[in-house]
């Protein structure tokens, strides 16, 4: 999650956003994770797996990410790391 937070700090008042979903069962331990985590991102809660939003998505396993553009589309799924920050840097551009 090193990456995540440091694109949350990167492209702070810009039109980027993160939005996550946690699908596992206990919801005491999702919160205490995203508070040792530093996860400050809009993040729900869904719990029992591969149902809901999960399937809506076509999760299969996790984590499973997708990145989005300006429209909604999915561009990428599943960018970690360096990857995942010159996407995202090649998304940010095409707004400007």
Do not use: H
């Not at 919160?31 to 993040?43: A, D, H, I, R, Y």
């Not at 809660?45 to 984590?63: I, K, L």
């Amino acid at each position: 999650m090193p990456t995540e937070i440091a694109l949350v700090e990167r492209y702070a008042g810009q039109d980027f956003e993160i939005f996550g979903v946690n699908t596992d069962d206990n919801k005491e331990e999702y919160l205490k994770e995203c508070e040792e985590m530093g996860v400050t991102w809009k993040s729900i809660f869904t719990g029992g797996g591969r149902e809901g939003a999960a399937a809506d998505w076509g999760v299969e396993y996790y984590p499973t990410s997708y990145l989005l553009d300006a429209n909604g589309v999915i561009r990428y799924k599943d960018l970690r790391g360096e990857q995942l920050e010159e996407k995202v840097a090649e998304l940010m551009a095409e707004l400007n």
